[in-house]
């Protein structure tokens, strides 16, 4: 992209708290990625509600605190999302959702407009989908968005809130997808596919055009399949993991990072390891980052 170094990557979504046995921590998908776009040196904004209440007024206090920018509307009729979080033995997390939540109803506004416009990055899930208020606003700020914007959909798919046609219609607005390998399944049964995993991703591919796949597959490493820059496999790393949340999160935003930066597919993969696997190391969805320059080469 040129000769920018610092990108505007918008999360559109859900921010909430998660509840872990140990306390609350910031989380959503889309929030966690544009945290962990802001620390990678990007201009990350938050697009999403909160209600009128203490963990509302948290959340932005927050944000603030972490320099992440966000254009998050304060609601009177709903709360400030929560999610009960269960971690096993290896920190995997189980999630439990409430729903009727303030970012259940985001609702665009004009200030939206001028960050939509000039995107670099706009990452969006299948769970702020759950209700029309917020699929209606995704959507429409998907289609604002510069024909030169990476398009990054992680499909994030939680409990029983999403469905096929929203997946696809979300998959097809896409330049990039990210998912986990129990989703990569989920999405070949909907588009009626079988075989390998390579073959799920070529055929995946092609049928929405994409430029890049991300495959996280926990302990067994990850995968970029990509159109134009080859295909990357890693094992990934061993470290002690506290929990698993936000690694994902904090994956992509480290390639949408180096994908803004021209990087070659591998070192843009030995980039993402390292933020993920430094994150599973600390405890929370959006700890605070090394230096830049240890995560590019490693700690």
Not at 192 to 214: A, C, K, N, V, Y
Not at 248 to 273: N, R, W, Y
């Amino acid at each position: 992209m040129g000769e920018k170094t610092t990108f505007t990557m918008v999360g559109i979504g859900e921010v909430l708290w998660d509840i872990l046995p140990q306390g609350k921590q910031l989380g959503g998908a889309p929030a966690n990625f544009a945290c962990h776009a802001s620390q990678l040196g990007n201009n990350g904004v938050i697009f999403s509600s909160v209600g009128k209440d203490s963990l509302g007024t948290e959340i932005l206090e927050v944000l603030d605190k972490k320099n992440v920018g966000h254009i998050i509307s304060v609601q009177d009729k709903y709360p400030t999302g929560t999610v009960s979080v269960e971690l096993d033995s290896e920190g995997a997390p189980t999630y439990t959702i409430h729903e009727d939540v303030a970012w259940d109803h985001i609702r665009l506004e004009k200030q939206h407009k001028k960050f939509t416009e000039k995107a670099d990055v706009i990452c969006y899930g299948s769970l702020a989908c759950r209700h029309d208020d917020s699929a209606k606003s995704i959507f429409e700020c998907i289609e604002a968005t510069p024909s030169t914007c990476i398009r990054l959909f992680d499909v994030n798919l939680r409990q029983d809130y999403y469905d096929q046609e929203t997946i696809l219609k979300l998959l097809e607005a896409a330049t990039v997808l990210k998912l986990n390998d129990e989703e990569l399944l989920v999405v070949a049964h909907f588009l009626d596919i079988s075989g390998s995993e390579t073959t799920l991703l070529q055929l995946i591919r092609h049928t929405f055009d994409l430029d890049l796949i991300i495959l996280t597959k926990g302990e067994h490493g990850s995968r970029l399949f990509s159109r134009e820059l080859g295909d990357s496999i890693l094992k990934g790393q061993q470290v002690k993991v506290v929990d698993t949340i936000g690694a994902g999160d904090s994956f992509a935003g480290a390639v949408a990072t180096g994908l803004c930066l021209d990087m070659p597919l591998e070192k843009i993969h030995q980039f993402a390891d390292n933020v993920a696997a430094y994150v599973c190391s600390q405890a929370g969805a959006t700890p605070e980052l090394p230096p830049l320059g240890e995560l590019l080469h490693g700690r």
